[in-house]
């Protein structure tokens, strides 16, 4: 069985910088897709990144481009999502989800699997 596990969560300052890891096991994540997403008090959740574990091509919302990455490590089966920049409206809980396959996805209901989550607090 496919588990996702984050941490990296926190308390930052407007401008500060957050690395959020995703450690997977249970599946051969070749074959996989993974996303962050993330979902603020009184919101949905919506996609923030994805990146295709083979060959590592990924895409972001407008929203965090220029200030988020995603990367992979394969050797340690982890995703990482590397936030610089951090804004107030960025606090959320922040989920990490995997799907089989090799098309990247922006829609929650394209994943597979999900992590229980980690908060992620912007002070102003």
């Known amino acids: 069985q496919v588990q996702l596990v984050e941490s990296g969560g926190g308390l930052e300052q407007a401008g500060g910088s957050l690395r959020l890891s995703c450690a997977a096991s249970?599946?051969?994540?070749?074959?996989?897709?993974m996303g962050w997403f993330r979902q603020a008090p009184g919101k949905e959740r919506e996609f923030v990144a994805t990146i295709r574990w083979s060959g590592g091509s990924t895409y972001s919302a407008d929203f965090v481009k220029g200030r988020f990455t995603i990367s992979r490590d394969n050797a340690k089966n982890t995703v990482y999502l590397q936030m610089n920049s951090l804004k107030s409206e960025d606090t959320a809980v922040y989920y990490c989800?995997?799907?089989?396959?090799?098309?990247?996805?922006?829609?929650?209901?394209?994943?597979?699997?999900w992590g229980q989550g980690t908060q992620v607090t912007v002070s102003s």
């Open positions: 989800a995997a799907r089989r396959g090799f098309n990247l996805a922006t829609s929650k209901g394209e994943y597979d699997y």
């Open positions: 249970g599946g051969t994540f070749s074959n996989y897709v």
